[in-house]
């Protein structure tokens, strides 16, 4: 049966959206202002309703949020925290040039340019081929003494099982008598939970976000980054635009106070959080579409002859569907002759020439590559086109 095109992906954009922009056009201030501030408390109640342990801070990528967070980590930081996850301040040492960021090839490569940017010393841990999420397995084998950061993607919103991550992670800092840092790349994860029902993101490590166009929820393009820390959320939002302080009281507000650290242009405006706040207004819709969509898929090709599914742990936000078919290549050009859309989405990391020093063995990538590949699963795939594409799978592709 030949189906109607189906793409992989496709932007959500609330009609509410014009109307909100318009009036930012109109009010004379389009930069960072009033709405992003009111964005990051909307995000804020959305994720946790009264609870104000953890801090959002935004910014104009996921890319740049990632950016930030290895910035800060290089130096000494007291970091100050009120929160479920501890009360008081403890201290981080600046990395030295031995210590080391763990973290995973198979990601866009927006997870792993910040910490060569960052000039950091980047260290690959392989895959679970099954889960494309990091293998636990292997990180237990890989860190050490150098160990500082360990980077997690939950692919396609699929959390990884963060209790045994973080069993490993407090084991070493025991071992070695050194805190190791987490950072959980959430831009696929809008609206996925961990096992325990908890949002994907808001478990006391750092995490970060994508506001990217074709994420579940845009704000045209930018991001946000999870902390716990109320001391970095401070400092974040100084360094975000320059190192100015935004509220300090200034003589003269185009001649800035003294800046005691150099920032960077990562904040966000006021144009992108309109949209933001538009979209996070029906987030709900998104995520349930996604969510039932990949449930669908999960159940009707569980017991398909050469195709694999991905198990959960928690609840997936499904901004991708990815299974895995023996026959990948020749299920590709079978559904995209019939309109349906299909990719592997990110390239491996560690296969481009930029990355040749930090080469090495990682067979759960190579075997992930060969057979994964991800299909419609968003909001625009209605029940029709989902059983169509149940339909091209089954048959003899």
């Given at each position: 049966?030949?189906?109607?095109?189906?793409?992989?992906?496709?932007?959500?954009?609330?009609?509410?959206?014009?109307?909100?922009?318009?009036?930012?056009?109109?009010?004379?201030?389009?930069?960072?202002?009033?709405?992003?501030?009111a964005f990051?408390?909307?995000?804020?109640?959305?994720?946790?309703?009264?609870?104000?342990?953890?801090?959002?801070?935004?910014?104009?990528?996921?890319?740049?949020?990632?950016?930030?967070?290895?910035?800060?980590?290089?130096?000494?930081?007291?970091?100050?925290?009120?929160?479920?996850?501890?009360?008081?301040?403890?201290?981080?040492?600046?990395?030295?040039?031995?210590?080391?960021v763990?973290?995973?090839?198979?990601?866009?490569?927006?997870?792993?340019?910040p910490?060569?940017h960052?000039?950091?010393k980047?260290?690959?841990?392989?895959v679970?081929?099954?889960?494309?999420?990091?293998?636990?397995?292997?990180?237990?084998?890989?860190?050490?003494?150098?160990?500082?950061?360990?980077?997690?993607?939950?692919?396609?919103?699929?959390?990884?099982?963060?209790?045994?991550?973080?069993?490993?992670?407090?084991?070493?800092e025991?071992?070695?008598?050194?805190?190791?840092?987490?950072?959980?790349?959430?831009?696929?994860?809008?609206?996925?939970?961990?096992?325990?029902?908890?949002?994907?993101?808001?478990?006391?490590?750092?995490a970060?976000?994508?506001?990217?166009?074709?994420?579940h929820?845009?704000?045209?393009?930018?991001?946000?980054?999870?902390?716990?820390?109320?001391?970095?959320?401070?400092?974040?939002?100084?360094?975000?635009w320059?190192?100015?302080d935004?509220?300090?009281?200034r003589?003269?507000?185009?001649?800035?106070?003294?800046?005691?650290?150099?920032?960077?242009?990562?904040?966000?405006?006021?144009?992108?959080?309109?949209?933001?706040?538009?979209?996070?207004?029906?987030?709900?819709?998104?995520?349930?579409?996604?969510?039932?969509?990949?449930?669908?898929?999960?159940?009707?090709?569980?017991?398909?002859?050469?195709i694999?599914?991905?198990?959960?742990?928690?609840?997936?936000?499904?901004?991708?569907?990815?299974?895995?078919?023996?026959?990948?290549?020749?299920?590709?050009?079978?559904?995209?002759?019939?309109?349906?859309?299909?990719?592997?989405?990110?390239?491996?990391?560690?296969?481009h020439?930029?990355?040749?020093?930090?080469?090495?063995?990682?067979?759960?990538?190579?075997?992930?590559?060969?057979?994964?590949?991800?299909?419609?699963?968003?909001?625009?795939?209605?029940?029709?086109?989902?059983?169509?594409?149940?339909?091209?799978?089954?048959?003899?592709?």
């Amino acid at each position: 049966m030949k189906t109607n095109s189906i793409p992989l992906f496709k932007v959500y954009m609330s009609e509410k959206a014009p109307d909100a922009v318009a009036k930012v056009l109109r009010s004379g201030f389009i930069g960072e202002g009033p709405q992003v501030k009111a964005f990051e408390e909307d995000l804020k109640r959305y994720f946790m309703a009264n609870d104000t342990h953890s801090k959002i801070v935004l910014v104009n990528s996921a890319t740049s949020a990632e950016h930030l967070i290895y910035y800060m980590l290089k130096s000494d930081r007291v970091l100050s925290q009120k929160s479920e996850w501890g009360i008081g301040e403890t201290f981080w040492p600046a990395l030295k040039t031995t210590d080391e960021v763990l973290t995973t090839a198979l990601t866009c490569t927006a997870t792993n340019w910040p910490i060569v940017h960052n000039n950091l010393k980047l260290r690959w841990v392989d895959v679970d081929p099954l889960t494309l999420n990091m293998s636990l397995e292997d990180l237990e084998r890989k860190i050490n003494a150098n160990t500082r950061i360990v980077t997690v993607v939950h692919w396609g919103g699929n959390p990884i099982d963060m209790d045994k991550l973080e069993g490993i992670i407090r084991n070493a800092e025991k071992l070695h008598g050194r805190p190791i840092a987490i950072i959980e790349d959430c831009a696929h994860s809008f609206g996925g939970k961990y096992a325990d029902g908890t949002p994907i993101g808001f478990r006391g490590n750092f995490a970060t976000f994508s506001l990217q166009a074709i994420k579940h929820i845009t704000s045209g393009d930018g991001g946000f980054f999870v902390t716990p820390y109320d001391s970095i959320e401070e400092q974040a939002k100084l360094l975000r635009w320059y190192g100015i302080d935004r509220e300090g009281p200034r003589a003269d507000f185009r001649c800035e106070a003294d800046i005691p650290e150099a920032g960077f242009k990562f904040h966000m405006n006021d144009i992108s959080a309109a949209i933001g706040r538009c979209n996070l207004a029906e987030a709900n819709i998104i995520t349930a579409a996604n969510q039932s969509n990949g449930a669908y898929y999960t159940q009707a090709l569980k017991d398909v002859e050469g195709i694999t599914v991905i198990p959960e742990v928690g609840q997936s936000a499904y901004w991708l569907y990815t299974l895995h078919a023996e026959r990948r290549d020749d299920l590709m050009r079978y559904l995209a002759e019939h309109g349906v859309a299909t990719s592997r989405v990110h390239e491996r990391n560690d296969n481009h020439s930029c990355m040749s020093p930090y080469l090495s063995k990682l067979p759960g990538v190579d075997q992930a590559v060969k057979t994964m590949l991800s299909i419609p699963v968003g909001y625009w795939v209605s029940q029709e086109d989902r059983e169509n594409i149940i339909e091209l799978i089954k048959k003899g592709w």
